[in-house]
């Protein structure tokens, strides 16, 4: 199975601001993948971290919000940019272990408020 | 269209006892998973389970198993032997095709009581 570690684990930023959230994996993967927890919500896909080329965003979310570096294999970044209220959430990392396993194993989490 | 459903909001069980949490798929994909995860306060999505759409037996994973009926297009998560610890939000996924992107359901509150 994947160790995934996410920086930071919570923080409370002022609107307007951005922060940046760093997703690492124990091992090399091909595919990591980002997602949003609003407050008593469920899960939904930001993006795809692609290695080497441009995320792959979902429907709703934009670059210049939720910009996203993906610079080898075992690391990724998310930026939440000129942060709102409507902000705040969860944000998890997460890794396909793919092959016979089919896991898909997620970071701990970034719980983020915004004032 | 919502592709995974899960009807109930929360559910309460006795320590000890067994507790079957419902999800329904919508899929047009022949190959497909389906994922159950726990969550707790903490934040942190635990993993435990999968059943991939070939697979012919129901997947087991210790105290937990999936109720697989494809037909019916329903994975229930069977929890045996409630434990305190077991008091979290679940939530059911799937993923289909090969690009590993999860869709979730709503979830289920769990609160098992001593």
């Known amino acids: 199975s994947a160790v995934i570690s996410q920086k930071p684990s919570r923080d409370i930023c002022q609107r307007g601001t951005s922060l940046t959230i760093q997703c690492q994996v124990d091992s090399q993967v091909t595919m990591m993948f980002w997602y949003r927890q609003q407050p008593g919500q469920s899960l939904t896909l930001i993006a795809t971290?692609?290695?080497?080329?441009?995320?792959?965003?979902e429907s709703g979310f934009v670059i210049d919000k939720f910009p996203i570096s993906r610079p080898n294999l075992t690391f990724s970044t998310l930026t939440v940019s000129n942060m709102s209220p409507e902000d705040s959430s969860i944000y998890l990392c997460?890794?396909?272990?793919?092959?016979?396993?089919?896991?898909?194993?997620f970071g701990p989490g970034t719980r983020l408020t915004v004032l | 269209a919502q592709k995974i459903t899960q009807t109930q909001p929360g559910m309460f069980v006795q320590e000890k006892e067994a507790v079957t949490l419902d999800c329904t798929y919508d899929?047009?994909?022949?190959?497909?998973?389906l994922f159950w995860y726990k969550q707790p306060s903490s934040g942190e999505m635990i993993f435990l389970i999968y059943?991939?759409?070939?697979?012919?037996q129901n997947a087991t994973e210790g105290r937990y198993s999936l109720n697989f009926q494809k037909a019916r297009k329903s994975a229930n998560l069977v929890i045996s032997a409630s434990q305190l610890g077991d008091s979290a939000m679940y939530f059911c996924?799937?993923?289909?095709?090969?690009?590993?992107?999860?869709?979730f359901g709503a979830g289920t509150t769990v609160t098992v009581r001593a």
């Open positions: 899929t047009s994909d022949q190959s497909y998973g």
């Open positions: 971290a692609n290695q080497g080329s441009e995320a792959t965003y």
């Open positions: 059943q991939g759409s070939y697979d012919e």
């Open positions: 997460s890794v396909p272990t793919g092959g016979r396993s089919n896991e898909q194993f």
């Open positions: 996924a799937m993923r289909e095709r090969n690009d590993y992107k999860l869709s």
